[in-house]
């Protein structure tokens, strides 16, 4: 590098040896098991030179690790090497899921006209918005993640991988404050963590504005293709990234399955789908792509469908409200009463299923959640006939806390005729203070989007709470985003749903294929 820091690379070259177009793969993770044998030969074998290189402070490079901070320049300084071996063919492309994905953004605006395509999996160009989702610290991500660089940087190796979320789930459970978890979770302090805190405030800080590429994405003019899952923890900011790409007149590739981030069941689908794509932008053989750019597994419906763009043509918003007696349906509610929950912070709402980092994020039984005294239920009729949703999905409630300092969850369910609740997906924002008529304030939820037909004689329902623990750190209801222990302050919500304040899940309908 050009500060003297040396980064450690591996390379694999095709049969013939000579000059030929390269893959780089740049990874905090390492460079043996699955990176050398299935990335580098697996590449290799195709015709292509293959360069891993494992990014600063970590797996022998030098230097100190500083996650996303120095992806940029230290990508940037290894294409400039790439370009200097005598086995350069005079092209390359990335490839690589989730932290090798963002390492893919980090240097793709800048690269030059060499660079000719990128093949992403379960990423996006900043990792911010994923950190602090709706507002609200990601606790069990952002925790579950440092503990596990840092045992991989102590050479634990892939066990730390296993140990991570184990370690991350005692220490949400123990009751220590945010500031402390990282002692409870990993043994030290991990810096990582700790800026996730400091900087948790202003979006506009200079930590993240470095870390940040999304504003150049649409500058890139490599071909880009994209893998993503409807239980990724980056998907909604993923599919950001591809609107703007199609703002700045490209045409990437987009597919989205069943999947999770840690999903080993997408590993096949990214290699097939990134050889296909290498060969056409390397190699000039286009044989191996499909017709329409758009791929997406539509779960409830359980198969894949093909479609020319996102969000898929034909789209339409329908408004689904919450009634009286915790009813749910697209007529406009009726005149009355708000219904109240009370959150207690010292007792956060918890979580069950949805997306996180390290875990298995498919959709789980609710039941059990829906018992509860503070997650307000509502529900549909039974379906008369299919009703399918592909898109994105908000929420706009009306609400009033007692504190100005709230959370506001809302998880979308299908459920089945036997009475299995099962998550579809969900969202939070997080309330500062803010004025409204009588303290009423209109609130939007963006949730994930999701690819899904609810059956008929099944139900949809919707839950409204203030918390989901660990996945999001619990709101004390004092304005301190992240406290450090001492006084929490319950919350007394009212949901509403009238003619004059008419909340409602807003879900993307299509019209059923089949």
């Known amino acids: 590098m050009p500060d003297g820091v040396t980064l450690l690379a591996d390379h694999y070259a095709p049969a013939h040896g000579g000059p030929a177009p390269v893959i780089l793969v740049r990874s905090p993770y390492g460079r043996r098991g699955m990176f050398g044998w299935y990335y580098g030969r697996g590449f290799a074998r195709q015709g292509f030179h293959v360069v891993l290189q494992s990014c600063r402070g970590g797996f022998g ?19 400039a090497w790439l370009r200097k071996q005598p086995w350069y063919g005079g092209s390359f492309a990335m490839f690589g899921p989730s932290y090798l994905g963002y390492a893919q953004w980090a240097i793709a605006p800048y690269a030059g006209p060499d660079l000719k395509a990128m093949a992403l999996q379960v990423t996006a160009s900043q990792f911010r918005d994923a950190a602090y989702v709706g507002g609200a610290f990601a606790l069990e991500s952002a925790l579950s993640w440092t503990t596990l660089t840092d045992g991989m940087s102590r050479r634990f190796g892939v066990a730390a991988g296993f140990t991570a979320p184990r370690l991350t789930r005692r220490a949400v459970l123990s009751g ?9 979770s990993a043994g030290r302090p991990l810096r990582f963590y700790r800026d996730l805190l ?27 293709t994209m893998l993503g899952g409807w239980y ?6 993923q599919l950001k990234d ?8 490209r045409r990437p590739y987009l597919t989205i399955g069943p999947w999770y ?7 096949k689908p990214s290699m097939a789908e990134a050889s296909a794509w290498f060969r056409a932008h390397l190699l000039g053989d286009f044989s191996g792509l499909r017709p329409d750019p758009v791929r997406i597994y539509v779960t409830g419906a359980g198969e894949w469908r093909d479609y020319p763009d996102w969000p898929v ?27 109240r929950f009370r959150y207690h912070p010292s007792h956060p709402t918890p979580v069950i299923g949805g997306p996180v980092l390290l875990a298995d994020s498919r959709p789980r039984d609710q039941r059990r959640l829906e018992q509860r005294r503070d997650v307000l239920v509502y529900s549909s009729p039974a379906l008369e006939a299919d009703v399918e949703a592909i898109g994105p999905v908000r929420a706009e409630l009306f609400v009033r806390a007692g504190t100005p300092y709230v959370d506001v969850v809302v998880r979308v369910c299908d459920v089945h005729p036997d009475g299995r609740s099962l998550n579809v997906c969900e969202g939070v924002r997080r309330l500062g203070p803010e004025d409204g008529a009588d303290g009423v304030r209109r609130v939007e939820v963006d949730l994930w989007p999701i690819g899904h037909r609810f059956r008929r004689d099944h139900r949809i329902r919707v839950h409204v709470a203030a918390g989901a623990y660990p996945t999001i750190a619990r709101n004390p209801g004092t304005g301190d985003p992240l406290p450090s222990g001492g006084r929490m302050v319950p919350a007394d919500v009212e949901v509403f749903h009238s003619p004059g304040r008419p909340s409602a899940v807003v879900l993307p309908l299509c019209a059923p294929r089949g």
């Not at 940040?212 to 880009?224: L, P, Q, R």
């Not at 981030?261 to 590993?267: A, E, N, Q, Y």
């Open 261 to 267: 981030h840690v999903d080993s069941r997408h590993g």
């Open 242 to 249: 591809y609107a703007a790409l199609r703002a700045a007149g």
């Open 198 to 224: 400091t900087h948790h405030a202003d979006p506009a800080a200079p930590y993240w504005e470095k870390r940040d590429f999304s504003a150049k994405v649409g500058e890139v003019d490599a071909a880009v």
């Open 313 to 339: 043509p034909g789209m339409r918003e329908q408004r689904w409200h919450l009634q009286h007696g915790f009813g749910l349906g697209v007529k406009a509610p009726r005149e009355s009463g708000p219904d």
């Open 61 to 79: 490079s030098g230097g100190l690790l500083d996650p996303l901070g120095d992806e940029h320049d230290d990508g940037l300084a290894t294409v």
């Open 232 to 237: 990724d923890v980056f998907l909604p900011w």
């Open 176 to 184: 220590r404050p945010v500031a402390e978890l990282d002692v409870a």
